[in-house]
Structures are given as structure tokens and as C-alpha cells.
């Protein structure tokens, strides 16, 4: 598609239960990275990807919060027993490349609510 | 560790005069400088980039951003600010060189525009 695509838009979740985020990238982006955004503060990276291999982990939270890309193209941001904590907005980024300086796409986000 | 500071959360200015937004970063060795405006329930849109060349950067939308080596800094600049470009503005950094491909963002300017 033309641009990045997120969805939904916005998700309520009761606490303790999981969600599955899905990001569906610019076709031909060799880069997906996910993003969460608390209120009012700037976006926090959480994870990366190139193509289907996950080189970055590092901002991932906790170890209830797992990402893939299985084939390479589409991601799933997935979160267990979710906590209130979690509720933010959840943005997704796709690059052409990595190496080169190239601009990031983003979503609109996810707006997950945890109540 | 690479950083932004985006070291004022408010900017308040009359249409017609211009509008400067203030960001210094920290990276390793020479850095990609972007600017982002988010608008309301939207993701992060892109402004211009500084990858290389010349320290002035012309962008979209009328914005230009100047790189200032020695101060770590590139301020967002728009000569006549409009209504239209009350938003938050946020300035992410990224090193040019090694395997760390994430952007690091600022904690984000909240832009107001008064007619």
C-alpha cells in the first residue's frame, strides 16, 4: 500500500488480557520498527526488524510483550495479561532500507486503553 | 547512547511571525537529524531529514531546520507560522554509522499558533 497501515485503531483491553497488534509496512521495506508512545512523551522504540529476523530487542518492557514478521513483510505486536500500564499508543515505522540514511513511514498507531 | 533534548514543551507564537523549535542531540560520531509533527489521533509525519551537505535543510511545508555541529543542535524553523502548524513537533536523532538503526526521539514541542 501507499502507506503504513495499523491496526485497529484503537483497542480497550480489560486487564489480564492479551492483545495482538498488527502492523502492515510500506511493500518492498526491508526495516519495521515498533514504537510506544505514553501520553504527552515521545515515542519509546521497542523493537526491530529486518525482514523476518528480530536483530533488536532491547526496548521491549517485559518479557509479556513479544513482536514477529514471520515472512518478512506484516507484524504482529503481541501482549500478555496486559497491565494498566501497557495503556498507551503503539506506533509501527517501515524503512526501505537500514544502512542508508533513509526516512522511516510511520502509522497512525494503535491506542490501546488497559482498564 | 544517543538522546534528544527538546528543551522547551511549549511554543507559543502569533501567526505571521516566525516559529523556531528548539532540539540538541548526543550520538556517537556524526548523526541523521529528522523532524516529526504529530497532529491529533495521527501518527508521526515526516519534515525533513539531515543526512549530509549542507547545514540548512529545506523541508515541507515551508520548514527548514539548520545543523549546527558544534552545538549539537538543529533547531525547526518556519520564517511565517500559520494556524495550521499548531501541533507537536518532535526531533530524532540516529547514528550514521554502526548497527544501531533505531531512531531516538524528544520528549516532543507542543506548538500553538494564535490568529
Known amino acids: 500500500g501507499a502507506g503504513v497501515s495499523q491496526s485497529p485503531r484503537y483497542k480497550v483491553a480489560k486487564r489480564g488480557q492479551d492483545v495482538a497488534l498488527r502492523c502492515d509496512p510500506i511493500?518492498?521495506?526491508?526495516?519495521l520498527f515498533w514504537y510506544q508512545q505514553a501520553l504527552g512523551q515521545g515515542p519509546e522504540f521497542l523493537t526491530y526488524?529486518?525482514?523476518?529476523?528480530?536483530?533488536?530487542k532491547s526496548g521491549l518492557p517485559s518479557d509479556r510483550f513479544f513482536a514477529e514478521r514471520p515472512e518478512g513483510s506484516v507484524s504482529t505486536l503481541k501482549i500478555q495479561r496486559t497491565q494498566q500500564e501497557d495503556s498507551a499508543v503503539y506506533l509501527c515505522?517501515?524503512?526501505?532500507?537500514?544502512?542508508?540514511?533513509?526516512?522511516?513511514?510511520f502509522g497512525s498507531g494503535t491506542r490501546l486503553t488497559v482498564v | 547512547a544517543q538522546s534528544v533534548a527538546q528543551p522547551e514543551d511549549q511554543v507559543n507564537v502569533a501567526e505571521g511571525n516566525p516559529l523556531t523549535v528548539k532540539c540538541t542531540y548526543s550520538?556517537?560520531?556524526?548523526?541523521?537529524l529528522f523532524w516529526y509533527v504529530q497532529y491529533p489521533n495521527r501518527g508521526l509525519q515526516f519534515l525533513l531529514k539531515?543526512?549530509?551537505?549542507?547545514?540548512l535543510v529545506k523541508g515541507s511545508y515551508g520548514f527548514e531546520a539548520e545543523f549546527n555541529k558544534s552545538q549539537t543542535s538543529f533547531h525547526l524553523k518556519k520564517p511565517s507560522a500559520l494556524v495550521s502548524d499548531s501541533a507537536l513537533y518532535f526531533c530524532?536523532?540516529?547514528?550514521?554509522?554502526?548497527?544501531?538503526?533505531?531512531?531516538?526521539f524528544g520528549a516532543g514541542t507542543t506548538v500553538t499558533v494564535r490568529a
Open positions: 550520538v556517537s560520531g556524526n548523526p541523521y
Open positions: 511493500s518492498g521495506h526491508v526495516s
Open positions: 526488524f529486518q525482514n523476518e529476523a528480530q536483530l533488536d
Open positions: 539531515y543526512i549530509t551537505g549542507d547545514n
Open positions: 515505522a517501515s524503512s526501505l532500507g537500514d544502512t542508508g540514511p533513509y526516512g522511516y513511514t
Open positions: 530524532a536523532v540516529r547514528a550514521s554509522w554502526g548497527n544501531d538503526y533505531k531512531l531516538s
